[in-house]
């Protein structure tokens, strides 16, 4: 169990930092730090990165059994589907500097959905791991080591 808690952690976290990726990227797109044209393309790019991690830890609490787990995950799906089928889920590089803020915010909220399953991913990898038996020591060897 602690296995799969650790698993479901790591890639919570590479979810975590592809959406700060595209705040950065975003935020340097403001400033004008980056090209246009190279910022959109890593934007783009990590957004596919995204929606697979998505994908996988979803199906990973799905499949599981966690179900509490996988109900967190749905809004963020059901949004990150909404957004691929209306095609807003790539930025353009025409009308970036439009939607500059607005882009910012949806991945801020993503942020904020993504953060609560990653505290409750961490909460479980503890808990699992102090109820594992293998990390059970008696008293004897406590204070014997």
């Not at 935020?27 to 929606?51: K, M, P």
């Amino acid at each position: 169990m602690v296995l799969f808690w650790v698993s479901s952690f790591i890639l919570l976290v590479l979810l975590v930092i592809s959406v700060v990726y595209q705040l950065l990227t975003l935020s340097d797109l403001e400033r004008d730090y980056i090209n246009a044209h190279e910022g959109v393309l890593q934007v783009n790019r990590a957004v596919y990165v995204e929606f697979s991690l998505q994908l996988i830890i979803s199906v990973l609490f799905l499949f599981s059994g966690h179900w509490v787990m996988f109900l967190f995950c749905i809004p963020i799906i059901y949004y990150s589907a909404k957004t691929y089928l209306q095609g807003k889920h790539k930025v353009s590089e025409v009308d970036i500097f439009g939607k500059l803020n607005q882009e910012k915010t949806r991945r801020l909220v993503k942020l904020a959905m993504v953060v609560v399953p990653l505290c409750l991913s961490l909460f479980w990898l503890i808990w699992s791991a102090l109820e594992d038996d293998d990390f059970h020591l008696s008293p004897d060897e406590l204070y014997h080591s």
